[in-house]
């Protein structure tokens, strides 16, 4: 299998309160990415103040040929939690925090590096977004992703590709990997897919899910749980659309019941 669409602009059906947020500038200047000495670097102190679900918003211009991407990452460039490629085909674009992400960011000396090709950035803002109304659970990625809409008899279909930091090392504590999104109907579907983008790599489909008209569900077993915490590189989360286009805006690992063989008696 070797479907796979790259996202350009996951702002395409971005909330407009989302893009009126008021923001902060936390890093002004111009900084041409690349992988070598092309790196943006942000002093952990302007994130004493983040809160999960807070947005960072890049403004700038993409440059030359070949792709535009970046992805957060520490001192050495290993991806942070929550982060992604985000390949671009203009800016501003934005990423949410997760409380993964900006805890690596604000302790010890990893501050927050910003690497990619073919984009110079110009202004980091710092800026509300979902802050404060996050979902239950343990946040791995929150934002929004753009599924496109059916065309003709072809499903709408898009990918969203998370680093594999963003998988807990101990999924042991956690029952179920629960997809949000916006389609208000169960007639959609997702694959789960590890690394790369065979066949043998799909781990699960929504054959396999609890569906709801604003979430799925997917129930952890022993195999899924080694299977996601033994990813080589990335977590692909494969979406598609029989209709109009949707969103995904958030991937939650669900805590286990804290008390499976309890009983409560009241008085």
Request: hydrophobic share 35%; proline share 3%; aromatic share 12%.
């Amino acid at each position: 299998m070797k479907t796979k669409t790259i996202i350009l602009s996951v702002l395409l059906a971005l909330p407009m309160w989302v893009l009126a947020d008021d923001c902060t500038t936390i890093w002004t200047g111009s900084k041409a990415l690349d992988l070598t000495n092309g790196t943006l670097f942000i002093g952990k102190a302007q994130f004493a103040t983040a809160q999960p679900g807070n947005l960072l918003r890049l403004s700038g211009n993409v440059t030359g040929e070949g792709d535009h991407y970046f992805y957060f990452a520490d001192y050495d460039t290993h991806p942070l939690s929550g982060t992604y490629k985000c390949f671009v085909g203009e800016l501003p674009q934005d990423v949410f925090l997760t409380e993964d992400m900006i805890e690596l960011i604000t302790t010890g000396n990893k501050d927050l590096r910003i690497y990619g090709e073919g984009i110079t950035v110009t202004s980091v803002q710092l800026c509300n977004g979902k802050a404060g109304n996050l979902h239950f659970g343990k946040t791995i990625w929150t934002g929004y992703s753009w599924i496109p809409a059916k065309v003709g008899e072809e499903q709408g279909s898009a990918t969203l590709e998370l680093y594999k930091q963003a998988i807990p090392a101990d999924l042991s504590g956690y029952k179920a990997l629960r997809i949000f999104h916006t389609a208000a109907r169960t007639t959609i579907a997702f694959n789960i897919i590890k690394d790369d983008w065979e066949e043998e790599d799909v781990i699960a489909r929504s054959s396999s899910m609890t569906k709801t008209n604003t979430y799925y569900d997917l129930p952890l077993t022993d195999a899924l749980r080694t299977a996601l915490t033994s990813l080589t590189t990335q977590l692909n989360i494969q979406g598609f659309s029989d209709g109009e286009g949707y969103n995904i805006t958030d991937v939650i690992f669900i805590p286990n019941d804290p008390c499976d063989n309890c009983f409560y008696y009241q008085y």
